[in-house]
């Protein structure tokens, strides 16, 4: 008998909460990526911010400034 359940035990209930969950999976996928591409983009500036320095204070000519930049750029 199945106690009027259906579905193998998943009633309205069941599906609900599945649905619920799924939800709450793709807005934390979402919310991960975004925090993933702004650290990856934040990273990158804060490396030609490094590199802006280290002209600023005479330690790299400014060809190495452009190949370095020319470098960063690229990843």
């Given amino acids: 008998m199945m ?26 996928a979402i919310l ?7 650290n990856t983009s934040n990273k990158s500036s804060s490396s030609l911010d490094s590199l802006k320095e280290r002209l600023a204070r005479g330690e790299i000519s400014e060809e190495e400034y452009d190949r370095l930049k020319k470098k960063l750029e690229e990843h």
């Fill in 3 to 28: 106690n009027g359940q259906g579905m193998g035990g998943f009633g309205e209930m069941g599906i609900t909460w599945m649905l619920f969950i799924g939800i709450i999976l793709i807005v934390a």
């Fill in 32 to 38: 991960l990526m975004k925090a993933f591409r702004s």
